[in-house]
């Protein structure tokens, strides 16, 4: 399974967070203008800035066909290399069309409709807002997302000095672009959050809405800045606190993260917290307590999108151990909580697979890219076509393989820093030059557990088993179970002449998820057996 994300779970509004009794309302005005001063400066939007947060405000047109020049580059340069195939091939270059079209018109600020107002389920999301007319975060996580955000657009366009709603608009975007897969959002919730910050400089939800923007965009050091200057202001911000525990993770700082994670739990307990204290416990190795806290939070769980966020991550988790059968029922579990959620249905296919049920795995995977085509799921179903070997599986696989890289282009269109998914992706199945480059740039930025497998795998595959074995020995360190990491240690030890230690790994990452991935698994299996022979 990929590394887990820092995707948020839905969270409660945060202005109605508890406060000590000795907690002042509001901060004394000179010490408020002294600490803003700074936030002013950088949040202070100029008038393009306004009039593009303005336009938002005015909600994409369904019938928008403006693409921006990045997917338009990206379509253009996939359509040509579809264009080099022979006619035998012809009605798979229609399907990776279909596909590249998808991906670029995530870029285009019209075209994902707000379709929810139409469907039916629109009365709650009116109903939730608020008497001021601006719709809660809860009420967006509760409810349909595009209806919600096309109340909050009708909302602003009515009163644009709403800092609280600029806000929460830029928050939904981010929760947009997690659940659809569609990087456009990013740029419209920096500009929705920066114009809440023009006109309340310093505001607590706005700097925790650009705290998780960073993280989305796997900018770790900028999501713990913002999420830092946000709990300055107000330290029962659930948002902030969540975010800042991502970052800690994912720049590597195990034992803060658990730190952040011990003070949001006392701060503000509940889903959006338990799932993070879950992930920090289970990079220690502690499966155990990871599960114990997420069949908490599940107990917990009082909405469909909590209840599909949860038993998603306790599907994970089962099958990071290789329990399958507990996967699919808690994938199952999240599918009818909500029978859209894409890491659900990507995680059962991955589940399936693994179980021996590659036909539903392969239909299932092919769903999840003809509406979302992301690298895990790409990458997952190339891997499925390609251990099926027949010469038509083997170039279904190449156009997956393709696709991550259009992937990779109009997300960081969007502002992303793709590196990761990148160096994971060309090291088995592209440019293992390439691969080595953004592992390395991944590297200089943090130093977490999956950054260095990446270094370990992209130095191997360029043949610098040497320089990769301390990384595949940093990625294994913290206790994290992850068959993966134990797999690719495994090969680096061969390769470097270490036969006993690469037995011990590799039968390691096979007794613990042998279904951990189809070509890996095979390799892994192919290895050990050649060095029992040797022994």
Avoid at 251 to 273: M, S
């Amino acid at each position: 399974m990929p590394p887990r994300t820092t995707d948020s779970a839905p969270e409660r509004r945060d202005d109605d967070r508890p406060r000590p009794d000795n907690e002042p309302a509001t901060e004394p005005e000179a010490d408020a203008a002294a600490g803003r001063d700074g936030e002013a400066d950088e949040a202070r939007a100029d008038e393009t800035q306004a009039e593009e947060a303005q336009a938002d405000a005015e909600g994409a047109r369904p019938d928008s066909d403006s693409t921006p020049s990045a997917g338009k580059d990206v379509a253009q340069r996939v359509a040509a290399m579809r264009r080099t195939a022979d006619g035998a091939r012809r009605w798979r270059a229609a399907h990776l069309a279909g596909c590249a079209a998808l991906l670029a018109v995530a870029l285009t600020g019209g075209a994902i409709a707000f379709g929810g107002a139409g469907n039916g389920r629109a009365g709650g999301d009116v109903a939730a807002v608020s008497a001021a007319g601006a719709l809660s975060p809860g009420a967006l996580a509760r409810g349909d997302l595009d209806a919600g955000i096309a109340s909050l657009q009708k909302h602003l366009r009515a009163q644009p000095r709403d800092y609280g709603s600029w806000a929460t608009l830029g928050v939904a975007y981010v929760e947009q672009a997690r659940t659809k897969g569609d990087p456009s959002r990013y740029p419209q919730a920096e500009r929705a959050l920066k114009r809440s910050l023009e006109l309340e400089p310093g505001n607590d939800p706005a700097l925790a809405g650009r705290a998780a923007l960073a993280a989305a965009r796997h900018d770790f050091p900028g999501a713990l800045k913002y999420a830092d200057r946000a709990l300055k202001q107000n330290p029962y911000n659930e948002r902030a606190l969540c975010t800042r525990v991502d970052a800690l993770v994912e720049l590597g700082r195990y034992d803060e993260a658990e730190k952040a994670a011990d003070t949001a739990d006392t701060k503000r307990p509940g889903v959006p917290v338990f799932t993070r204290y879950a992930y920090v416990r289970e990079l220690r190795g502690d499966v155990r307590t990871a599960r114990e806290v997420l069949e908490r939070a599940l107990d917990a769980a009082d909405s469909p999108a909590d209840v599909a966020y949860v038993a998603t991550a306790l599907g994970q988790l089962a099958w990071n151990q290789g329990d399958y059968e507990a996967a699919l029922g808690h994938y199952a579990r999240a599918l009818a909580a909500d029978d859209s959620y894409l890491p659900a249905l990507e995680g059962r296919a991955r589940a399936q697979a693994a179980d021996g049920d590659r036909a539903a795995a392969v239909k299932g995977l092919e769903q999840v890219v003809a509406r979302f085509p992301l690298p895990g799921p790409l990458v997952a179903l190339g891997e499925l076509y390609e251990d099926r070997g027949a010469d038509g599986d083997r170039a279904k696989a190449g156009d997956q393989y393709a696709l991550v890289d259009a992937w990779t282009a109009l997300a960081r269109a969007g502002g992303v820093n793709a590196d990761l998914d990148s160096a994971m992706a060309a090291a088995d199945h592209g440019d293992k030059k390439e691969a080595l480059r953004a592992a390395r740039a991944e590297w200089d930025r943090r130093h977490s557990v999956h950054t260095a497998d990446a270094l370990a795998w992209a130095l191997h595959v360029n043949g610098r088993d040497e320089e990769a074995l301390p990384y595949a020995r940093r990625a294994t360190a913290t206790g994290y179970r992850n068959a993966a990491f134990l797999f690719h240690r495994g090969i680096i030890e061969r390769a470097t002449g270490d036969e006993r230690e690469a037995r011990d790994h590799l039968k390691a990452a096979l007794d613990l998820n042998p279904g951990f991935s189809p070509l890996g698994a095979r390799e892994a299996r192919t290895a050990l057996k050649d060095l029992e022979k040797n022994r």
